[in-house]
């Protein structure tokens, strides 16, 4: 069916989530779509409703506080008809209605998407507005290694999100390896709930820091977080390894040891510090990627993050250069949950301002909300810089190693299509070896054959017209989906 808003806001974590309470204070009419059971996001994931009393999880969380008062606000709004909520939804195209600016007459966007509430059962829905945020968070960044592909090996990101979902431990003696941050709290929830951490393996030097001091001495927070996480491996025996990465994976029918190794400054593992730990389950992690396929298509700017990463570029009130697309969170670049609120604030506050309403902020909490921004994004950037991608980790690998495990690309053929092939980016290893033409559509491995052919460029993802999967039946229902309650055609299928 097709339904009208003055703004859509597709993702429902803490950017999301802040956006849209943000805008209803200030009165629009908000749908609110999100692939999720709950709102909350990949953050503030949580167990399905009816769940939450049987599996406490609220001890893994920060910040539930504003949490709680985001959905109060939510469910104000939905109880006085402002608010549209679309749980298990899952958007895979946006196409721009009209040329006009300012949301004038005949621009906006129509949302596509299907409504998965019913699974395997699929529904067709559109949604329309003459303005439209993107708040689609990010997904982990892998790299792959010998290994990498046995059951039991999973990212740092899935753990947590077994842990918050389900208060699921993902095995009981389990290696991290990657690079930043998360890795921290990955391990001490893992280790507070029972599993023997054996190892957390971190390739960045923690000396990187000082040559950028400023936004992590003006961030007490970030300290008072990393202490409490410090506290909790250290209570548990944990021991972090700097300046370490998990080189390979062994086992038969799953993974059973890891291989890790001392790591030279260029990221090559230094000869003779190579040794086995016994493992169950392994966890990595190399920072994340910003999910940017529905911004991509609707020609978006891009701009360099200090992670080599692209991100969306935005403008001092989140505007992106399409008129009338607005973005927060991630998909401007990773810097933690409290950047993406105030970005989700700051949009949403850009969305009254451009429509002619009045600021849903006062003048001292919009102060504030800008002052936090440019803090967290400078805390961003010294983190991006401060854990890289190791220049050399490609010598982890074997011509054997495989990289797309869609398509069973290997190593070696990424390595052909660039000296052979002259390959210069991952798009056209995509046309010489099948990398990235699976079902993953190269999600996974998209960054990693990047890193291979061009590491000094900041990774761009391939442009998808489909966003995720979509069944044949939903795309039959499209002509139904696109009539307006009135019954006139719209436009899904124009």
């Known amino acids: 069916m097709s339904e009208t808003a003055d703004l859509v806001v597709v993702g429902a974590g803490p950017a999301g989530l802040a956006a849209a309470a943000t805008a209803l ?3 629009l009419r908000v749908t609110l779509v999100d692939s999720g059971a709950a709102v909350g ?55 721009r209605d009209g040329d006009g600016e300012d949301g004038g007459a005949g621009a906006g ?45 999973l990212t740092v990101g899935g753990l947590q999100a077994l842990l918050k979902g389900g208060a699921v431990v993902a095995g009981s003696r ?12 990955v391990a001490a929830a893992l280790a507070a709930r029972g599993a023997e951490v054996a190892a957390v393996c971190e390739a960045a030097d923690p000396r990187a820091w000082l040559r950028s001091p400023g936004p992590l001495l003006r961030n007490p927070a970030k300290w008072a977080e990393g202490a409490r996480y410090g506290a909790t491996l250290a209570r548990h025996r944990v021991r972090i390894r700097p300046r370490t990465a998990i080189v390979a994976a062994e086992g038969t029918d799953r993974v059973s040891r890891v291989r890790i190794a001392s790591l030279a400054p260029d990221g090559s593992p230094r000869p003779g510090t190579e040794r086995r730990v016994e493992v169950d389950t392994v966890g990595v992690g190399w920072g994340f990627a910003p999910q940017l396929d529905l911004l991509l298509p609707l ?12 991100v969306v570029a935005v403008d001092a009130g989140q505007r992106t250069t399409v008129p009338g697309l607005y973005a927060a969170g991630e998909v401007c670049g990773v810097g933690g949950a409290r950047l993406s609120l105030a970005e989700g604030r700051l949009a949403a506050e850009s969305v ?14 919009l102060a504030a909300v800008r002052a936090t921004v440019n803090g967290q994004r400078a805390f961003a950037r010294a983190m991006g810089r401060a854990h890289p991608v190791p220049q050399a980790w490609s010598r982890w690998l074997t ?40 079902w993953c559509q190269g999600r996974i491995c998209g ?20 966003a995720t999967p979509v069944t044949l039946g939903a795309l039959a229902d499209l002509d139904q989906a696109g009539r307006t309650p009135e019954g006139t055609e719209g436009a899904a299928h124009e």
């Not at 506080?65 to 709004?77: I, K, M, P």
């Not at 960054?447 to 489909?466: N, S």
């Open 41 to 95: 996001g990949q953050y503030w994931r949580h167990p399905p409703d009816h769940a939450r009393r049987t599996i406490p999880t609220a001890g893994l969380h920060h910040g539930l506080r504003e949490y709680r008062a985001l959905r109060r606000a939510l469910s104000a709004a939905g109880a006085r008809g402002r608010l549209d909520l679309r749980l298990a939804h899952h958007v895979w195209c946006v196409t």
């Open 299 to 310: 020609g978006c700017d891009l701009t360099d993050s200090d992670d080599g990463n692209a």
């Open 399 to 438: 011509d054997d190693t495989v990289v797309c495990r869609c398509e069973e690309v290997t190593a070696g053929a990424v390595r052909a299509a660039r000296a052979d092939g002259g390959a210069h980016d991952h798009r056209q290893v995509k046309q010489l070896t099948r990398v990235g033409m699976g």
């Open 174 to 185: 389990v290696a991290l390896g990657g690079t930043g941050p998360f890795l921290l709290p």
């Open 25 to 27: 204070t200030g009165g």
């Open 109 to 153: 966007f129509t949302v596509h998407a299907v409504d998965r509430r019913r699974a395997p059962q699929e529904t067709a829905v559109v949604v329309r507005a003459p303005r439209l945020l993107v708040a689609t968070g990010a997904y982990d960044r892998q790299l792959p290694f010998p290994g990498w592909d046995l059951p039991g090996v």
């Open 352 to 365: 009254l301002a451009d429509g002619g309403a009045a600021p849903a902020l006062g003048r001292r909490r």
């Open 447 to 466: 960054p990693a054959v990047h890193c291979l052919v061009a590491p000094h460029q900041a990774y761009t993802p391939t442009e998808r017209l489909i």
